[in-house]
Nanobody
Framework: QVQLVESGGGLVQPGGSLRLSCTAS????????MSWYRQAPGKQRELVAA???????KFVDSVKGRFTISRDNAKKTVFLQMNSLKPEDTAVYYC??????????WGQGTQVTVSS
């Protein structure tokens, strides 16, 4: 079973930046789309960004222009660069396989807190 390990979260002031990483175990990574989700307290988990094996990307409207998603297939890692962070970006961030629907079991996630 593929395991996902997210890292890079933390406490940041509004307007700040963070770079999240997600590394997948297993032998096959490059052929799959990968995605980032987030879940804020009391809210449903939402898809934030996704990237195909060819590098095509998509983002939820609330992060367009502020977040970018990228991948390093050699390292089996997907990244989420988050700039101009807002308090409403506060959530636990998770990665998963897939373009629109999560396929794998969830990892532990990484907490992002945006606060002054």
């Amino acid at each position: 079973q593929v395991q996902l390990v997210e890292s890079g979260g933390g406490l940041v002031q509004p307007g700040g930046s963070l770079r999240l990483s997600c590394t997948a175990s297993g032998s096959i990574f490059s052929i799959y789309s990968m995605s980032w989700y987030r879940q804020a307290p009391g809210k449903q988990r939402e898809l934030v960004a996704a990237i195909t094996s060819e590098g095509r990307t998509k983002f939820v409207d609330s992060v367009k222009g502020r977040f970018t998603i990228s991948r390093d297939n050699a390292k089996k890692t997907v990244f989420l660069q988050m700039n101009s962070l807002k308090p409403e970006d506060t959530a636990v961030y998770y990665c998963n396989r897939g373009w629109s629907t999560p396929i794998l079991d969830w990892g532990q996630g990484t907490q992002v807190t945006v606060s002054s």
